[in-house]
């Protein structure tokens, strides 16, 4: 068995397992950690991806098996996604840790979590899983195999999957969903706008702010040269809106304070980007999420950890948000960063079902922090 190990570790997912009847209606978040043993010789000298596995696919499998099966136990997860990663051949074992950091235990506690691993072709667990009623039981007497007729039969008449069709950027989240946005701008009063679009997005129908990052006073990347330094902040919100119509809403803002598109990557007087959208990992020509870039952008990175130091980014590129702020290649182009800038007292009360009395946050720092060595620091 080979010795080259692919973790990923930290991949959040939604699911409805639990022994509780409220854990089985409501949900809760599950962590997963995943490691794969495989010979990774094949894909070092070819440097192709079709030659070893594609961890962001194996993430996306992960999520997507939390929240479609329903457990009692978390060693019964744990056993079901060994399984959904073994079907990968190249796969010679994996190790699958299953946290549950909302588990009901009465006492104070850091972590509950189950370790397994499995290895391949090894014996295989039957999972007890509920079946539809036409499906979960054989009738002892089996009738014979009737023949095939001369005359081919004609063929059932397809009908579009309903499922198929599904679009999770159209779909609403039952429950209030954990949201982050950055927004920046160099034209005009671009800290006015800043201040002034936060203020409206927080006016939104079920839209909370929950958090605002400093802002960060940065040099142009890309597009025209010579153009003004920008400002740039991130928010964090808790939402049941639907990602397109969170996109249909922020595209209205900005064009209220008269974005135009004409220049790639040039002056604007207003951006806004959803950077993510719960765990939600899906690509589509108006709208990606996880935000492609938003791993290479210190001016997003560094006001986020700011808000949350313990802040994770999903999908490919991804990981740890503090520690991605201090690697960021455009790291050195922040020159400064005002802690204060905005008042989140004038910010009205999240109001909508389900966000409860979550206050607007921002970091407990006063001040301006200047960056002449171009290494900016985030607060331990």
């Known amino acids: 068995m080979s ?15 639990g022994v509780l009847a409220d854990e089985q209606r409501d949900g809760q978040e599950f962590i997963i950690d995943v490691a794969l043993r495989l010979d990774t010789r094949a894909a070092a000298r070819s440097d192709d991806l079709m030659a070893t596995v594609n961890y962001n696919a194996v993430a996306e499998e992960i999520v997507a098996a939390v929240g479609r099966e329903r457990f009692d136990l978390i060693e019964t ?14 796969v010679e074992e994996v190790t699958i840790t299953v946290h549950k950091p909302a588990a009901p235990i009465t006492v104070p506690f850091g972590d509950v979590k189950v370790r397994i691993t499995r290895v391949q072709g090894g014996p295989q667990v039957m999972i007890p899983r509920e079946q539809p009623a036409a499906q979960s039981a054989v009738p002892a ?55 002034q679009a936060i203020r409206e997005l927080s006016t939104v129908d079920e ?3 929950t958090g605002v990052g400093p802002l960060a006073r940065t040099a142009a990347v890309g597009g025209p040269e010579g153009q003004p330094d920008y400002y740039n902040t991130v928010i964090t919100a808790s939402t049941t809106l639907s990602p397109r119509a969170l996109l ?5 803002i900005e064009v209220a304070y008269g974005r135009t598109r004409e220049v790639h990557w040039g002056p604007r007087t207003l951006d806004i980007d959803i950077i993510v959208f719960g765990d939600l990992i899906t690509m589509a020509e108006d709208l990606e999420l996880p935000h492609s870039r938003a791993h290479q952008r210190a001016f997003v990175l560094l006001p986020w950890a700011h808000i949350d130091h313990t802040a994770v980014l999903p999908g490919l590129g991804g990981g740890p948000v503090e520690m991605l702020a201090k690697t960021a290649p455009d790291a050195a182009g922040i020159k400064s960063l005002a802690l204060d ?4 007292e004038t ?3 999240p109001d909508f079902a389900g966000v409860g009395d979550a206050q607007p946050a921002v ?13 900016p620091q985030v607060p331990q």
């Open 341 to 344: 800038w905005f008042a989140t």
């Open 141 to 195: 007497d089996m009738p014979p195999v009737p023949l095939p007729s001369p005359e081919p039969e004609a063929l059932p008449q397809l009908v579009p999957d309903p499922v198929a069709q599904h679009d999770p950027l159209d779909t609403a989240p039952t429950i209030p969903t954990h949201v982050v946005l950055a927004l920046g701008g160099n034209l005009g009063d671009a800290i006015g706008t800043l201040r």
């Open 347 to 349: 910010l009205p009360s």
């Open 3 to 17: 010795s080259d190990l692919i973790e990923v570790s930290g991949i959040r997912a939604f699911g409805y397992h």
């Open 248 to 252: 249909n809403i922020t595209q209205g």
């Open 207 to 209: 839209f909370a702010v």
């Open 77 to 90: 997860l744990a056993e079901y996604l060994s399984q959904q990663v073994l079907l990968n051949p190249k």
């Open 363 to 375: 970091s407990g720092a006063i001040g301006v922090v200047n960056y002449g060595d171009g290494n």
